[in-house]
């Protein structure tokens, strides 16, 4: 009869290999649907679309207490080049603002913004992330073979076990590699606590490794 400890294990193993099971379907259907997109977009012509669009903000400086002209931000008037398409943007002060502190007005504009000027960085953004969901399936794919064997297992220490963590650590790799190039620096943390995952398996298979030696001594 198995150790109370070993079908806890055994249960915690059957439900995160359901769990990766509906993870995986998800991933896959977001991998065909991002591929799907990224093809559509790239079949789409430059000049098949155009946006135009206008925004507008305020800006309240809370002077109370303070001189009128202690704190001041300049008005100003610029077009911007975007994506091949003029942005324009104001900022300016409502004079007639009759309310506490100092009211500033933001206006923001785009005109004929052309699909093809931001094409590449929508195609390329659509593949990106069907690039990340397929590292995210790699490494859902050997969770899976984690879960089963725990599901399974009369012991945690058990060579399948150990192979089957071993494997998980390593494909967690090109996660933490692609989360690295994507995202710099932003990234690291990712890369970092990928590498603290894979210090504990390593940690574990250790402690097996004393564990089956103990075994043989007695």
């Given at each position: 009869?198995?150790?109370?400890?070993?079908?806890?294990?055994?249960?915690?193993?059957?439900?995160?290999?359901?769990?990766?099971?509906?993870?995986?379907?998800?991933?896959?259907?977001?991998?065909?649907?991002?591929?799907?997109?990224?093809?559509?977009?790239?079949?789409?012509?430059?000049?098949?679309?155009k946006f135009?669009?206008?925004?507008?903000?305020?800006?309240?400086?809370?002077?109370?207490?303070?001189?009128?002209?202690?704190?001041?931000?300049?008005?100003?008037?610029?077009?911007?080049?975007?994506?091949?398409?003029?942005?324009?943007?104001?900022?300016?002060?409502?004079?007639?603002?009759?309310?506490?502190?100092?009211?500033?007005?933001?206006?923001?504009?785009?005109?004929?913004?052309?699909?093809?000027?931001?094409?590449?960085?929508?195609?390329?953004?659509?593949?990106?992330?069907?690039?990340?969901?397929?590292?995210?399936?790699?490494?859902?794919?050997?969770?899976?073979?984690?879960?089963?064997?725990?599901?399974?297992?009369?012991?945690?220490?058990?060579?399948?076990?150990?192979?089957?963590?071993?494997?998980?650590?390593?494909?967690?790799?090109?996660?933490?590699?692609?989360?690295?190039?994507?995202?710099?620096?932003?990234?690291?943390?990712?890369?970092?606590?990928?590498?603290?995952?894979?210090?504990?398996?390593?940690?574990?298979?250790?402690?097996?490794?004393?564990?089956?030696e103990s075994?043989?001594?007695?």
């Open positions: 009869m198995k150790d109370q400890t070993i079908k806890n294990i055994n249960d915690l193993g059957k439900i995160s290999r359901i769990i990766v099971i509906i993870m995986k379907i998800a991933v896959i259907v977001g991998i065909v649907c991002t591929i799907i997109a990224g093809v559509a977009l790239c079949l789409i012509k430059g000049d098949a679309l135009s669009g206008f925004a507008d903000g305020e800006i309240v400086l809370d002077t109370e207490g303070l001189p009128k002209n202690f704190i001041k931000i300049d008005e100003s008037h610029e077009t911007l080049k975007w994506f091949g398409s003029e942005m324009k943007v104001s900022l300016a002060e409502d004079k007639e603002h009759s309310g506490d502190g100092q009211l500033y007005k933001l206006d923001a504009s785009v005109d004929a913004l052309e699909y093809g000027d931001v094409k590449p960085l929508v195609v390329g953004g659509c593949f990106c992330i069907t690039a990340f969901l397929a590292v995210t399936m790699i490494a859902l794919i050997f969770g899976e073979k984690l879960a089963k064997a725990l599901e399974k297992c009369d012991s945690p220490f058990e060579d399948s076990v150990m192979k089957a963590m071993g494997n998980f650590g390593k494909s967690l790799i090109p996660m933490a590699v692609f989360m690295v190039v994507l995202r710099g620096l932003s990234g690291v943390s990712t890369f970092l606590a990928i590498l603290v995952v894979l210090l504990f398996i390593q940690v574990f298979k250790y402690g097996a490794k004393l564990q089956k075994d043989e001594t007695l």
